[in-house]
């Protein structure tokens, strides 16, 4: 997984070609941390997404703007746009990440 540090960054990969599937997060966070835990199998899985990562703390600008009120959240965007969001309280388990890629697939 990339890590996004700026908002260019972030304007360059929700705008490229593809899927783009960013996890906002931060090193403070005991679910972030969990969930590192088992993310590995699922970004192979899922590898229809370009997987990148965002540390809310260092662009809450951003977080803001697209409505990640908990971490860890997941968004997928396509074409500039954000396609999906599962908030922070769906994303405790890998079957609830995995139920939420299913669905948006």
């Not at 260019?8 to 941390?33: H, M, R, S, Y």
Request: glycine share 4%; charged share 30%; aromatic share 10%.
């Amino acid at each position: 997984m990339k890590s996004i540090t700026t908002a260019e960054q972030f304007n360059e990969v929700i705008n490229g070609e593809g899927k783009a599937l960013i996890k906002f997060q931060a090193g403070w966070c005991p679910d972030c941390t969990r969930m590192d835990m088992f993310i590995n199998p699922i970004v192979e899985e899922y590898d229809m997404y370009t997987w990148y990562d965002i540390d809310r703390d260092v662009l809450p600008e951003i977080a803001e703007k697209y409505e990640v009120m908990g971490i860890p959240s997941l968004l997928i965007f396509e074409h500039g746009e954000k396609k999906a969001h599962l908030h922070s309280a769906n994303a405790k388990t890998p079957d609830q990440v995995t139920d939420f890629l299913e669905t948006v697939k």
